[in-house]
């Protein structure tokens, strides 16, 4: 990363710490006081147009929060046709799919390795 991508980078964290919104102007004004003069304003345009709108403190809380979207449920097929039978089925193929996952590990592939 470069300096003025970390210049910019600071400057909207520390923008976002002052519940102050963050544009372009403002990022800038903080850059030009940090007295660093080699920062081309393209970096505050972009980091302030990705940043429109958004909240940083709660995008910074939820780094890791970042979780995939659910399976979806299998649609039935004709109504009444014994959703009980349909359900061991299930429990079979999560095995299979649980199989496959630990199979890794017989490859003789580790973390310690």
Known sequence: ????????????????????????????????????????????????????????????LNVGSGGGAAAAAPSGGAAGSGGAADAPAAKEEEKKEEEKEESDEDMGFGLFD
Not at 28 to 33: C, E, F
Not at 49 to 60: I, P, T
Request: cysteine-free.
């Open 1 to 60: 990363m470069s300096t003025s991508e970390l210049a910019v980078s600071y400057a909207a964290l520390i923008l976002a710490d002052e519940d102050i919104d963050v544009t372009a102007d403002k990022l800038q004004t903080l850059i030009k006081a940090a007295k660093l003069d080699d920062v081309e304003p393209i970096w505050t345009t972009l980091f302030a147009k990705a940043l429109e709108g958004k909240n940083v403190k709660d995008m910074l």
